[in-house]
């Protein structure tokens, strides 16, 4: 009952911090860069972020909160911690490109239990929890049972981290082949979200940052989906790894030679 009210407070404020995305003034939406000309922050990051830290710790004091600004950082490692990225998919934010969401997780001793992925430009609430399903706007989902010759690949290119772009392209290259077609949307969260709905078949990055990924990976495995790094190994929520997830029926052998 704790974790069900838990949940539905998380997604009343995440969907408070949706109609903030939604009125933001791109003009003077304050741009600045992380140390790299392509990692922005906005302050509407910022602004998010300070309203989740300070709504979700009253939902639950006790927790330890990690975000992706300002360098809140605690350790998710021991208790219940929230795992937060306020704007994932910052780049297309700025460009008013309209494909970028809010991600939310809460953990227990290092282990995702909740998620929460809201996408305010399509009024798209993705929950779950473990060991109970996941749903999109309240209706169940489950990952697709296509095989890949019959699917779509979705990828980031990890363009932060340029030493890993050629490999990233190079297993690119890999599902071009395998694959209908291919996309990039440039929110891994969503991409995530994306693959738990049952929308695409296969999504693949490099480095992802928990941040990014902590939510989603709930989503998906509670879709009936797998989350691994590319090289098959299990994820890691307290640290950077590569994500690899799928549909039920995809072979991703091909990734690994």
């Given at each position: 009952?704790?974790k ?22 791109h ?7 992380k ?8 302050r ?42 306020p ?12 494909c ?41 989902i ?11 690949v ?5 363009s ?27 929110s ?5 979200c994306?693959?738990?709905a ?25 879709a009936g ?6 090289d ?26």
């Amino acid at each position: 009952m704790e974790k069900i009210m838990i949940l539905s407070e998380i997604q009343e404020v995440v969907r408070e911090c949706g109609q903030l995305m939604l009125r933001a003034d791109h003009a003077h939406a304050g741009v600045e860069n992380k140390g790299k000309y392509n990692d922005l922050v906005t302050r509407y990051d910022k602004a998010i972020q300070d309203i989740l830290q300070k709504r979700l710790l009253d939902i639950a004091p006790d927790a330890h909160f990690l975000g992706e600004e300002e360098n809140v950082h605690e350790s998710i490692a021991k208790g219940r911690a929230f795992v937060v990225d306020p704007i994932d998919g910052t780049t297309n934010f700025v460009k008013d490109y309209k494909c970028s969401v809010i991600s939310v997780a809460m953990t227990m001793d290092g282990e995702v239990t909740l998620g929460v992925i809201y996408n305010p430009y399509l009024d798209e609430m993705y929950t779950a929890q473990k060991g109970k399903g996941a749903s999109c706007n309240g209706i169940p989902i489950h990952v697709s049972d296509h095989v890949l010759h019959e699917g779509i690949v979705l990828y980031g290119s990890a363009s932060y981290y340029r030493e890993l772009i050629d490999e990233s392209f190079r297993l690119l290259r890999l599902c071009a082949d395998e694959a209908m077609d291919i996309r990039r949307s440039g929110s891994a969260a969503w991409d995530l979200c994306t693959i738990a709905a049952g929308r695409a078949e296969m999504f693949f990055e490099l480095r992802l940052q928990p941040w990014d990924f902590a939510a989603g990976s709930l989503l998906v495995t509670e879709a009936g989906g797998t989350v691994t790094c590319v090289d098959g190994s299990p994820i890691a929520i307290g640290k950077p790894c590569s994500i690899l997830a799928k549909g039920t029926q995809v072979d991703d052998a091909f990734m690994r030679k």
